[in-house]
């Protein structure tokens, strides 16, 4: 009997999944889901990427992620809870992960290397601000750092 979810209710695909069962909803690692309901280890929700298309996929494949429920308007919207920082690292290094490949495919040694130690400081930075060790002003100007960095790479 499916349940309404009450506090998982955000995640990310950790695996691949072809969704290769009756209603099932395919799922790349990296793909952000909205859950809405969960019964003997599944979930029925959709991806965010695409509202429309709703299915149910294992919940073994899926990492909760902290969110909070923004009830404004007629439609519930679930909205992550992290910092925002850490999200525009994220998102520019998927981005950037599709130029590294390109330069790779076109032989632009140069720039791919370039382009790799920039990806590199970025992920240790990131990696970073998760495990939140550091103290206010560390993370004050390690945040100062990525965002010049970033500036820097979009240049």
Do not use: H
Not at 56 to 73: Q, T
């Amino acid at each position: 009997m499916w349940t309404a979810t009450k506090t998982k209710k955000y995640g990310v695909a950790v695996y691949n999944w072809k969704g290769d069962t009756r209603f099932g909803l395919p799922l790349e690692i990296g793909d952000t889901v909205q859950i809405q309901e969960e019964c003997l280890g599944w979930y029925r929700g959709f991806a965010t990427k695409n509202r429309t298309v709703k299915g149910v996929f294992p919940a073994s494949y899926v990492f909760i992620k902290p969110s909070k429920i923004d009830n404004e308007g007629l439609v519930e919207s679930v909205v992550p809870v992290e910092d925002p920082v850490v999200r525009e690292v994220t998102l520019v290094l998927r981005e950037w992960g599709n130029i590294w490949k390109k330069l790779y495919v076109e032989r632009e040694t140069y720039k791919f290397n370039n382009l790799r130690k920039v990806m590199r400081d970025l992920l240790d930075w990131r990696r970073q601000l998760l495990t939140g060790t550091l103290t206010q002003d560390q993370t004050r100007e390690l945040k100062l750092k990525i965002t010049a960095k970033i500036d820097w790479g979009n240049r």
